[in-house]
């Protein structure tokens, strides 16, 4: 449709502008106001609540200042940490965001003796390996097959990184982290179930600008008995080992189990 006017419809305008009889303009319709719906993906977990994100998210921010600096001292180079991004997922879900040729570190959360799982790219763990043996970071180390010193010095530079996290997390909820294995894979299935959900910090790390990802995976049950202390409120009353009064009752309901072998 043309909106310009011809000649003989503008000298029609101004005929009506000078007589007063200018053609009444339509108001503009209003636009209805859509419906308050909201999509929702049950396939995502809402388990930690945005104040548990929010307060773990900042003790991590701590946790990368504290442990660049404390690296960059001990491999004489310039060592940077930054928090990438962060999302809760299944624990399922979580294992298909590890990138490839990464040291799967599993911790032991004391005093609750729960585990949870960080990751570190092999490249960060050799280009430091290579600072710490005095050689030179000017090209990014290559993927290999670790040597006994290769796991002797990566364990060196994994207990400096989980001092750091075991002071900005012991601050948080009173929780201190061992390591209780360290390897290439690992049996995801004895840390937690496939739909726990998980809390995961992706974080950069570069060493003299080379750059790779360390993860933080943080499953539900690994902080459950304190999972109030950790987004700020009142902890809950607890008893011995840590268990809510709700597990204490249902540790004491029978249940009968019927076993049945094929013939």
């Known amino acids: 449709m043309n909106d310009t006017l011809n000649p003989d419809q503008i000298a029609a305008l101004f005929d009506a502008a000078k007589s007063g ?11 209805r106001r859509g419906g308050r719906t909201r999509p929702v993906d049950f396939s995502r977990p809402t388990k930690f609540t945005a104040d548990h994100q929010r307060r773990i998210t900042r003790s991590i921010e701590a946790f990368c200042l504290a442990t660049a600096s404390r690296l960059s001292a001990e491999l004489r180079a310039s060592v940077e940490f930054e928090i ?9 879900a979580a294992q298909t965001l590890i ?8 911790l032991l959360a004391k005093p609750l003796d729960r585990r949870l799982l960080m990751t570190l790219e092999s490249s960060f763990a050799l280009n430091s390996i290579e600072c710490l043996l005095g050689g030179s970071t000017l090209r990014a180390a290559k993927n290999r097959r670790f040597s006994e010193i ?10 400096s990184i989980i001092y750091q996290l075991s002071a900005a997390f012991h601050d948080l909820g009173g929780l201190n982290f061992e390591i209780e294995d360290m390897e290439f894979q690992t ?13 995961i910090v992706m974080i950069e790390a570069r060493i003299n600008m080379h750059s790779s990802t360390m993860t933080l995976m943080i499953p539900w049950v690994a902080i459950d008995p304190v999972a109030d202390m950790i987004a700020g409120r009142e902890p809950r009353p607890t008893g ?7 597990d204490r009752a249902l540790a004491n309901v029978p249940v009968t189990l019927r076993a049945e072998v094929a013939a």
């Open 21 to 31: 009889q200018m053609p009444e303009s339509q108001a503009p319709a209003t636009p």
């Open 150 to 159: 290769d796991w002797t010095l990566s364990r060196r530079l994994t207990d």
């Open 99 to 106: 990138p490839g040729h990464s040291l799967a570190v599993t």
């Open 84 to 92: 990438l991004n962060t999302t809760q997922v299944a624990w399922t």
């Open 240 to 246: 011995e080992n840590g268990h809510s009064g709700i």
């Open 187 to 199: 049996d995801s299935a004895s840390i937690a179930s496939v739909s726990e959900p998980t809390f």
